[in-house]
């Protein structure tokens, strides 16, 4: 099956061809370690998961290669603010990503490059740039050399982002304060002179510290070469970021640099960009105080890995019903098959379309609201299956469905948890988020609950209708059995 994807580079939809048959270099952008991630940061590290199962499953040997930045100018600040060191600071929010990031199901990169480790290839590629006459140095505020890049030294500047030169000078007086030892304002450091109090590294320019730009390009060279695959990461990143990229490495080096460029589009509050500067974020792990890491998942491959994704209350109450729904049949599944390890009977149709289905979706530009969509008919039929546990060929069925979701659930990362724990997590989430316990909703319901007991022990069974139609009302699902009455959140698809 081949694998179509949007190039951001060509602007078009295309065949993807590997340099090397059966092999794939993937460089994805991480995160500037300083303080906790929020759900933006965790879409670009979900969706890139995906594409990196999705090769995976395709038979392709995959090099997975995501950094973290560890140095500049956010890390210095607040080190210095918490009275702390840098080194202290990056490492307990490694930390803190690798919490957050499993707790999704991400998959960690085989290679996982710091900026602090790099120096020898950072200084490498910056001497190289200067060799080849597209840097030039300019006296540092504090002593030393700064290192600048010469964008009008390297002429298909602009080619990733579609701007041209002109727009680049024209444009940088609103970006950045104008700096007169710049020859074009446009030019970006490569390398930074120390400040007083700041973490430094020696160089052949003197005490600094590389810019932002030229880390990403080292590290993606060192670990995959000068031409590789795929280069993946927020489209916030296509320009200035990944444009100067481009610009540093094959201003260094003889390779082409990425072939493929794919870039993720925003998570959005109201249509604006979710972002620390914007202060309109919320961490991943607030929002999983309140649902199920397994639900922002979800959420997170609702929409195109391309399009916008509105972050709401409501968008992640939906995932979690059809989330909570699925987990809860899986449940049911393992109860009535656990005496059924194999089953005899052939593939059922509807499994072998949707898994066919399921792979056609992720191979067209990883689409993945189109392959939970492939999913949504073997649910329904699992869930109709279960509706005979004892009949032999509803077994049969069920097992064939229950494989299904099971196959799927390796290249999207969802549904593989233990089906009982998990569906009994999401719902204690629930009722943690909408009736917090010791809270006057939750007195209110206890004394529904307790008054509709009543009315039942008394048969005054339209009593009891009335009151179970109040509870509703508040978003209360009742459950009679053998044990008693159970409540819940009304989540039910």
């Known amino acids: 099956m081949s694998l179509r994807l949007t190039n951001t580079l060509t602007r078009q939809k295309e065949r993807f061809v590997p340099l090397h048959a059966g092999k794939v270099s993937l460089y994805v952008c991480g995160v500037t370690v300083y303080d906790y991630c929020h759900v933006g940061h965790a879409r670009v590290c979900v969706v890139f998961d995906v594409v990196q199962r999705t090769l995976r499953r395709l038979g392709y040997d995959v090099t997975y290669v995501r950094n973290f930045t560890d140095v500049d ?36 990169p085989q290679v996982e490059p710091r900026v602090t480790t790099h120096m020898d290839e950072i200084r490498t590629m910056i001497a190289e740039i200067i060799a080849r006459g597209h840097a030039y140095l300019a006296p540092g505020e504090f002593g030393g050399q700064d290192v600048y890049f010469d964008v009008r030294s390297f002429a298909e500047y602009g080619a990733l982002s579609g701007r041209a030169q002109e727009d680049n000078q024209d444009g940088a007086s609103d970006r950045v304060q104008h700096d007169d030892r710049k020859r074009n304002q446009a030019d970006f450091a490569l390398w930074k002179s120390a400040k007083p109090g700041e973490p430094f590294w020696t160089s052949p320019w003197g005490n600094g510290r590389p810019g932002w730009h030229i880390e990403c390009s080292a590290m993606s060279c060192k670990h995959l070469g000068t031409t590789f695959d795929i280069h993946c990461g927020g489209k916030d990143l296509v320009f200035p970021h990944h444009e100067n990229e481009i610009a540093q490495a094959r201003a260094a080096n003889d390779g082409q640099f990425a072939k493929h460029w794919l870039h993720n589009g925003f998570v959005t509050i109201d249509s604006e960009k979710m972002s620390k500067s914007l202060g309109n974020f919320f961490s991943i792990r607030d929002v999983l105080k309140r649902y199920h890491p397994q639900v922002l998942r979800y959420f997170l491959l609702t929409a195109h890995y391309l399009q916008q994704l509105n972050f709401s209350d409501k968008a992640l109450d939906d995932a979690n019903r059809r989330v909570l729904y699925v987990y809860e049949k899986l449940a049911l599944a393992d109860q009535v098959l656990v005496n059924l390890p194999q089953a005899r009977s052939p593939t059922p149709a509807v499994c072998l379309e949707a898994r066919a289905e399921l792979m056609e979706a992720l191979s067209d530009d990883f689409n993945t609201p189109r392959a939970l969509a492939a999913l949504s008919e073997p649910i329904a039929a699992l869930a109709k299956a279960l509706e005979k546990p004892k009949d032999q060929p509803s077994q049969e069925r069920a097992w064939h469905l229950r494989a299904l979701i099971q196959e799927a659930s390796e290249v999207l990362g969802l549904f593989h948890l233990d089906p009982a724990k998990t569906a009994a997590d999401i719902l204690q989430l629930a009722k943690d988020r909408l009736f917090p316990a010791g809270s006057e909703q939750e007195a209110e319901v206890e004394r529904l609950v307790q008054a509709r007991n009543d009315a039942r022990a008394a048969t005054d069974f339209a009593e009891a209708d009335v009151l179970r139609g109040k509870l509703t009302a508040l978003g209360v699902e009742i459950r009679d059995s053998r044990e008693g009455t159970q409540w819940r959140p009304l989540l039910s698809e």
Do not use: P
């Open 73 to 108: 100018d956010k890390i210095i600040a607040r080190a210095h603010l918490n009275g702390e060191s840098c080194e202290a600071l990056t490492s307990r929010f490694i930390d803190a990503f690798y919490e957050d990031m499993d707790r999704l199901d991400c998959q960690r």
